[in-house]
C-alpha cells in the first residue's frame, strides 16, 4: 500500500492517479474527505490529517511499502519557513514511528542551497531531516520550475495587455509541467529502484526563458506580440500582497526571484535523458493555460 500526501494537489493528484491505474493500493492524504472523494471511487482509501498532527501521520503511514512527500506551499502564512520546518518535523517524526522504509519527497532545484532561496530553503531542511531518520530510503525529486507559476499571468494580460514578473525576461529556466513530476514520482514509487539518500533533478522538455514563454502564449490566444517584461522585485512584492499573499510569503518569493536572477539557483545536473521530462510547454499552453485563459474571459 502507498501513502500520497497532498493528494488533493498538483503532484498529488497524479501519484495517486497513476498508481490506481496501476492497481496499487493508495492511501490519499488531504485535510478534507471531500477532496480526495474522487479518488475513493478509483478504490483509494481516503485519510484526512493535517500534516501538522504527527500522531495522525504516523496511523497514515502504518504499513506502507512506500510514501509521496511534500511540503504544501501557503501564501497566506505569515512565517512559512518556520511553518515548513513544523510539517517536516512532523513528516519525519511519522516516517520514523511507523518504520516506512522508502519516501518519495519532492523537493526544488536550488535546495543545496541552505539559504538564501526563499521557499526552497526549507525544501533543503526537509531533505536534510529526512537524512537523520534511521533505515529511511529517499528519493528527492528536485523539480524544476513549475509552468504552472504562469497561471496568474491570465489576470496580467486581462489587465495590462503583457506578462509581468520577477524574473528576468532573458533566464533560461528548466520549466516542467507538474504532471511530469507525479508520473516521475509513481515510476519511483512503483520500481523502488533507489537506497540511501538520492537526489534526482527533473528539468522539464527544456530551458525556456519568460520571454520565450510569452511568445508561445501570445501565439496561442491571439496576441502575437505580447511581451514578457521584468518588474522591481519591490513593486512584485506589493502586486502580490495585494493579490492575498502575506507580506512574509511575498518576501519569500522575492528572494527565490533573486536567486534564480543571479544564478544562485540553479539546476546541478547537465540536461539528460534521465532528467528531461515529456510535456513540452505547447503542450501545457494548450491545455491549461488557454483553458485558464478562456475560462476567465467567459466569467469576466
Ligand atoms: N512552484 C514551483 O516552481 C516549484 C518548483 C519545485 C518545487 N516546488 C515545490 O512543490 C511543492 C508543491 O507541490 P504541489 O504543487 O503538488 O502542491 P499543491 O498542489 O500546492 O498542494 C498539495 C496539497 O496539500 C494539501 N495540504 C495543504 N496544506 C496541508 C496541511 N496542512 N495538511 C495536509 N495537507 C495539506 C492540499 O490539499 P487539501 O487542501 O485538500 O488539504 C493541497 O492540495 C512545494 O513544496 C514547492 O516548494 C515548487
Same mark, same amino acid.
Given at each position: 500500500?502507498?501513502?500520497?500526501?497532498?493528494?488533493?494537489?498538483?503532484?498529488?493528484?497524479?501519484?495517486a492517479k497513476a498508481l490506481l491505474d496501476g492497481s496499487q493500493k493508495v492511501r490519499v492524504v488531504g485535510r478534507s474527505k471531500e477532496r480526495?472523494?474522487?479518488?475513493?471511487?478509483?478504490?483509494?482509501?481516503? +485519510?484526512?490529517a493535517n500534516l501538522m498532527d504527527s500522531?495522525?501521520?504516523?496511523?497514515?503511514?502504518t504499513g506502507a511499502r512506500a510514501v509521496y512527500s511534500l511540503l504544501p506551499p501557503d501564501h497566506a502564512s505569515t512565517d512559512y519557513r518556520a511553518q515548513q520546518d513544523k510539517e517536516t518535523n512532523s513528516i519525519s517524526s511519522a516516517l520514523e514511528a511507523a518504520g516506512v522504509t522508502h519516501v518519495v519527497a519532492l523537493s526544488s532545484f536550488g535546495a543545496d542551497k541552505p539559504a538564501k532561496t526563499g521557499p526552497v530553503a526549507?525544501?533543503?531542511?526537509?531533505?536534510?531531516? +529526512?537524512?537523520?531518520?534511521?533505515?529511511?530510503?529517499?528519493?528527492?525529486?528536485?523539480?524544476?520550475?513549475?509552468?504552472?507559476n504562469t497561471l496568474p499571468q491570465v489576470g496580467i494580460i486581462k489587465s495590462f495587455?503583457?506578462?509581468?514578473?520577477?524574473?528576468?525576461?532573458?533566464?533560461?529556466?528548466?520549466?516542467?509541467?507538474?504532471?511530469?513530476?507525479? @508520473?516521475? @514520482?509513481?515510476?519511483? %514509487?512503483?520500481? %523502488?529502484?533507489?537506497?540511501?539518500?538520492?537526489?534526482?533533478e527533473l528539468l522539464g522538455h527544456k530551458d525556456l526563458t519568460y520571454s520565450q514563454m510569452a511568445k508561445i502564449i501570445g501565439a496561442a490566444i491571439g496576441i502575437p506580440d505580447l511581451a514578457y517584461i521584468q518588474l522591481p522585485t519591490e513593486q512584485v512584492l506589493q502586486a502580490m500582497t495585494q493579490m492575498g499573499f502575506s507580506k512574509?510569503?511575498?518576501?519569500?518569493?522575492?528572494?527565490?526571484?533573486?536567486?534564480?536572477?543571479?544564478?544562485?539557483?540553479?539546476a546541478l545536473e547537465p540536461r539528460s535523458q534521465a532528467n528531461t521530462t515529456p510535456t513540452l510547454v505547447e503542450e501545457f499552453v494548450h491545455n491549461v493555460f488557454v483553458p485558464a485563459y478562456k475560462g476567465q474571459a467567459t466569467s469576466a
Open positions: 500500500m502507498y501513502v500520497v500526501l497532498g493528494a488533493a494537489g498538483n503532484t498529488g493528484s497524479v501519484v480526495l472523494a474522487r479518488f475513493e471511487i478509483l478504490g483509494a482509501e481516503a +485519510f484526512a500522531g495522525a501521520l504516523t496511523r497514515a503511514f526549507g525544501l533543503h531542511a526537509m531533505e536534510e531531516s +529526512f537524512r537523520q531518520i534511521p533505515k529511511l530510503n529517499a528519493l528527492y525529486l528536485r523539480a524544476g520550475y513549475f509552468m504552472e495587455g503583457m506578462m509581468a514578473g520577477p524574473v528576468r525576461a532573458d533566464l533560461a529556466l528548466p520549466m516542467i509541467a507538474t504532471r511530469d513530476i507525479g @508520473a516521475a @514520482a509513481a515510476d519511483a %514509487l512503483v520500481k %523502488l529502484d533507489f537506497t540511501g539518500h538520492q537526489t534526482r512574509n510569503m511575498a518576501t519569500l518569493m522575492g528572494e527565490m526571484s533573486d536567486a534564480l536572477n543571479s544564478g544562485y539557483m540553479h
